[in-house]
């Protein structure tokens, strides 16, 4: 079965830009979305279609897919942005997602 | 505003069975796909079930083909999740999501909408 992997953790300085990588066999030839989820909460789509904002969500995020690899960047990251991220694409007819990375600004 | 809220979660002894519902609002829900996603406490998402908009196509992961059936009244605005032969691993919170984009059968996108989930608990 198809697999998307993350790294378990990362972590950046307030103001600095943080990277969250989500690799996958030929995943370039799929759509990557990114979800952020905070505690207690519901997941939030921050990218889809690769690269796309949904409307009320910071410029500050954006994202890439190529290859074997979509990226998440989060530029000038804010404490607010601390929370889990997980990628997610489609492998023929099921959805698969990513096992989350934990994003800690300090 | 687009809305869905989730219902029919609570505690069930190992083999028993649950429906779980969802109700959507705020938006044309007959033209599109939902998908059921779950997250077990501490653990990451993992997708369940997905059915199109006029429940043409419908998808399970493999760990609960045979004992839950996704389906929908569009017009009732509503999808729900018949969770039979219930297992301890299956104890998790149950989302309702709206996919983005389907086409044919086929999805490629993610989704923008997700309810509050419901906590379904398996356990003697």
């Known amino acids: 079965s198809y697999e998307l992997t993350q790294p378990p953790s990362v972590s950046v300085s307030p103001g600095q830009t943080a990277s969250i990588t989500c690799s996958g066999d030929k995943l370039g030839d799929k759509y990557a979305c990114w979800y952020q989820q905070k505690p207690g909460q519901s997941p939030v789509v921050v990218i889809y279609?690769?690269?796309k904002r949904p409307s009320g969500i910071p410029e500050r995020f954006s994202g890439s897919n190529s290859a074997n690899t979509a990226t998440l960047t989060i530029s000038g990251t804010q404490p607010m942005d601390e929370a889990d991220y997980y990628c997610q694409a489609w492998d023929g007819s099921a959805a698969v997602f990513g096992g989350g990375t934990k994003l800690t600004v300090l | 505003e687009v809305q869905l809220v989730e219902s029919g979660g609570g505690l069930v002894k190992p083999g028993g069975s649950l429906r779980l519902s969802c109700a959507a609002s705020g938006f044309a829900f007959s033209a599109y796909t939902m998908n059921w996603v779950r997250q077990a406490p501490g653990k990451g998402l993992e997708w369940v079930s997905s059915i199109s908009s006029s429940s043409t196509y419908i998808y399970y992961v493999d760990s609960v083909k045979g004992r839950f059936t996704i389906s929908r009244d569009n017009a009732k605005n509503s999808l729900y999740l018949q969770m039979n032969s219930l297992r301890a691993e299956d104890t998790a919170v149950y989302y309702c999501a709206r996919v983005i984009y389907c086409s044919g059968g086929s999805c490629y996108d993610g989704s923008d909408s997700w309810g509050q989930g419901t906590l379904v608990t398996v356990s003697s």
């Open positions: 279609q690769d690269n």
